[in-house]
């Protein structure tokens, strides 16, 4: 069996659509290689058509503060504890 490529550019057609390669609209392309595609880590990082890096969705995170609560109040009690300190164990 073949190894998987590691590059996202370098995903192979397959044969019988060699000639007419499948042009798919970016959003459905995402999509596609959001739900088929594997994370891994060690593989270089994707860039947009510029070379530009693009960010990886899955570290992004979000909090929703309450209106009437202040924001270093929420900050200290729900997220600081969570959060790695340099020289922690956790990492």
């Known amino acids: 069996m073949e190894e998987p490529s590691r590059e ?4 192979p057609p397959e044969p019988h659509e060699a000639e007419d390669r499948l042009t798919l609209p970016a959003p459905l392309l995402k999509t596609v290689t959001t739900e088929l595609g ?3 880590d060690t593989a270089d990082t ?3 058509a510029k070379g530009n890096p ?3 969705a899955s570290l992004r995170d979000t909090e929703n503060v309450p209106w009437d609560e202040d924001v270093d109040v929420y900050v200290g009690r729900e997220v600081l504890h969570r959060t790695p300190t340099p020289g922690s164990k956790f990492h």
């Open 8 to 11: 996202f550019q370098e995903i």
């Open 54 to 56: 693009e960010p990886d």
């Open 38 to 40: 594997e994370q891994d």
């Open 46 to 48: 994707c860039t947009d």
